[in-house]
């Protein structure tokens, strides 16, 4: 069994967050009506130029700590920047796979769309109440860190309102 603590630690990221919320802007911005496969192509593609950003600037900034005397370890950088950046593929992982669903046929389209809209919103929430977990801490804690975490979803569900 998983300790709420590692469970923490491991998917309370700023790189887990903030790719829940760009993947729901990217399928909230896609258009709807150019088809599923449209939008999951947009999203993937759009999820790996971020990924390979991440990592190119978790690279660079790595090189920060060193000082002037040490030399460049790219290949240590790199590995450190993969794991940092790890969130933001976590992130695209639910969203996508509503989307092959609807790629299948196994729902409509429009289904597939939204359902990979909303479980950004559900996951963010997830998270939020995993993050205020900890002793001393009162349940409405968890229940408005969750609610606080899912509204960045909701933002981009509005966004797809506004847009479309």
């Known amino acids: 069994m998983v300790s709420e603590r590692t469970l923490r630690q491991t998917l309370v990221t700023p790189e ?18 150019d088809g599923v496969l449209d939008v999951f192509a ?44 790890r969130g933001f593929l976590f992130a695209a992982i639910l969203p996508t796979v509503f989307l092959v669903i609807g790629l299948f046929g196994v729902n409509e389209g429009i289904v597939a769309y939204w359902a990979a809209l909303w479980v950004g919103v559900a996951s963010l929430a997830v998270i939020g109440w995993i993050a205020f977990e900890g002793r001393g801490n009162r349940w409405y804690w968890r229940v408005g860190g969750a609610l606080a975490t899912a ?12 847009v479309h």
């Not at 759009?46 to 790219?74: G, I, K, N």
């Open 16 to 33: 887990l967050v903030s790719g829940i919320v760009l993947v729901s802007v990217f399928v909230a911005v896609a258009d709807q009506n």
């Open 42 to 85: 947009i999203t993937v593609v759009s999820v790996l130029v971020f990924w390979f950003t991440e990592v190119f600037s978790h690279t660079v900034a790595e090189q920060r700590r060193r000082t002037s005397d040490d030399s460049v370890d790219l290949g240590k950088s790199l590995r450190i920047a993969l794991a940092k950046s």
């Open 151 to 162: 509204c960045l979803g909701l933002m981009a569900v509005l966004l797809k309102i506004l």
